[in-house]
């Protein structure tokens, strides 16, 4: 590199060398390369140079680069990227660092990928606002904005201002915001829970997948669709379109998502569509999936990836009361957070610790921990359904410990939230009623939450949580001793002990391997006034 980059012969090269090396200024690294011996030698050195004799330094080891490295580039990308730029050259520059963005998104380097784009913008700003600038600028943002949702979440600053600008140069130049802007804006859009919005980008994705036949593309698209439809508790919807980016997803396409759209779509897909399946009543389907995706993401390595399909694992372990599952899945993720740090999962960490906190009997410990994670998220989600998730983990937290007043409030408040928080209307209203019921509340009040648990479960397919709560409305009214209204209480047409037996739900409100729930220790009628006192 140095003969191609001075234009010297080799023998005067090495006399050269050989005399800065007996001087001790340079010493040898490695068999061919050679390094000052100080790096305060190198800094006066590189000072002594005029400007002018910088620049063409820097564009002739730029030259010497590409030569040596032409049949492939990307290992020194960077290098020729930083040296076209001081040579003053900022349109190769720009060229060179979105090539070594792409290089470090390859090794799953993602924060500095946005560093090398974020340079990459800097440089493009000093040039005049031409057309083909603008396109760059354009092309560049698309690209920043995919990896800034990950790495900051999905409402950061920097996000919101990448995509605005993206957005006023496609009006400037007159053209339709690229694929990987409109999935940024569709998932930025989930945070906000703005599912009108999100619906209208997954509908965009789609018909430029159908437009220009992009089998890429199509995948995205049902993923946005089908995330669209989960987080509104549109099950069969949902389950639809996950499917559809399952059995569509192609290996050899595994590069091209991962570039463009910052993440593996069969991976996010599979663990969504094992809750999805649970939610259907099928869980024996659901842990199958949910470890397809777990395998899927242990394959690939891709951090984000992994991450999400650990989060979505933890809920299903939730959801089934397998305290176990959620402490294991909880850790994984720790140790992922611990190597690739992201906000999301930030968030994610703290919610399921404090649920194991709650656990381990640290029940007031663990209750704020939520809480605080609840707090953080409640203008805008750092990741799409963050909200919900803290909800849903403070509601089940407030079931394990008995502590009916906070799940009562935590219950009224997601009602009264909507948005994202309805997946789990039928949950929410079911342990709605439960805490009432152990705080002694009006027996009809108890019981119409039951029925609007029910009503919603049944409208959203969510066949779990139908029997969850005609089995808590079964056990309610037991307790109360109205046996002859106590059939009433199974789902229409079906025995409950049967239907428990063929969805392999292992019994109301518990499972086998969780610890039997404060609330299911209701007391009945002739001790309630005990209660209250306790309470």
């Given at each position: 590199m140095l003969t191609l980059a001075s234009g010297l012969d080799e023998e005067t090269l090495v006399r050269g060398l050989d005399e800065l090396w007996r001087r001790r200024i340079i010493r040898e690294q490695g068999v061919d390369a050679y390094d000052f011996s100080h790096d305060k030698i190198r800094e006066v050195a590189y000072l002594a140079l005029s400007p002018a004799r910088r620049r063409h330094h820097h564009l002739r080891v730029a030259q010497a680069l590409r030569r040596l490295y032409a049949d492939d580039p990307e290992p020194v990308s960077g290098q020729l990227a930083m040296h076209y730029e001081r040579a003053g050259v900022a349109d190769e520059a720009v060229t060179w660092y979105g090539r070594a963005a792409e290089a470090a998104q390859r090794l799953y380097a993602n924060a500095e990928a946005v560093r090398l784009l974020e340079r990459a913008l800097d440089l493009l700003r000093t040039l005049p606002a031409i057309p083909e600038r603008q396109a760059q600028e354009l092309a560049v943002l698309a690209a920043l904005s995919t990896q800034l949702g990950w790495i900051d979440g999905w409402a950061s600053e920097r996000l919101d201002a990448a995509q605005r600008r993206a957005l006023d140069l496609a009006r400037e130049l007159g053209v339709e915001p690229v694929p990987p802007l409109l999935l940024s804006l569709a998932l930025a859009s989930l945070a906000r829970r703005d599912f009108a919005a999100v619906r209208a980008f997954g509908e965009r994705l789609h018909a430029c997948g159908e437009q220009d036949s992009d089998d890429v593309l199509l995948i995205e698209a049902d993923y946005v669709r089908g995330i669209a439809a989960f987080w509104q508790g549109e099950f069969a919807s949902a389950r639809g379109h996950f499917k559809a980016a399952v059995y569509g997803y192609r290996p050899e396409d595994r590069h091209a998502h991962l570039l463009r759209y910052g993440s593996d779509p069969k991976v996010i897909c599979l663990s969504r569509l094992g809750n999805t399946l649970w939610f259907g009543g099928y869980p024996e389907a659901a842990v199958r999936t949910r470890d397809a995706a777990l395998a899927l993401a242990d394959e690939i390595g891709h951090p984000f990836s992994r991450a999400v399909a650990l989060v979505f694992a933890a809920l299903l372990a939730l959801e089934m009361h397998d305290a176990g599952g959620v402490r294991v899945y909880a850790a994984m993720l720790t140790a992922e957070q611990a190597q690739h740090g992201a906000r999301p999962n930030q968030v994610a960490i703290e919610h399921f610790d404090g649920y194991v906190d709650v656990l381990d009997g640290r029940a007031a410990v663990g209750i704020k921990r939520i809480q605080r994670t609840?707090?953080?998220?409640?203008?805008?989600?750092?990741?799409?359904?963050?909200?919900?998730?803290?909800?849903?983990?403070?509601?089940?937290?407030?079931?394990?410990c008995g502590d009916a007043r906070t799940g009562l409030a935590?219950?009224?408040?997601?009602?009264?939230?909507?948005?994202?928080?309805?997946?789990?209307?039928?949950?929410?209203?079911?342990?709605?009623?439960?805490?009432?019921?152990?705080?002694?509340?009006?027996?009809?009040?108890?019981?119409?939450?039951?029925?609007r648990a029910l009503q919603v479960a049944r409208r959203q397919e969510a066949k779990m949580f139908e029997l969850r709560t005609a089995a808590s409305l079964l056990r309610h009214r037991m307790e109360r001793g109205d046996g002859p209204r106590a059939s009433e209480a199974c789902p229409p047409g079906r025995d409950l002990r049967w239907t428990f037996r063929r969805t392999g739900h292992p019994g109301p409100a518990r499972s086998r391997r969780a610890p039997r729930s404060k609330l299911e220790e209701r007391p009945t009628e002739r001790s309630r006034n005990a209660t209250r006192t306790t309470l």
């Open positions: 609840l707090d953080d998220s409640r203008q805008v989600d750092h990741a799409p359904g963050l909200r919900a998730r803290s909800v849903r983990v403070l509601l089940e937290a407030c079931a394990a935590a219950a009224d408040r997601a009602l009264a939230w909507g948005g994202a928080d309805r997946l789990w209307e039928a949950e929410t209203r079911r342990l709605r009623a439960e805490f009432l019921a152990v705080l002694g509340g009006p027996a009809s009040e108890v019981e119409a939450e039951f029925g």
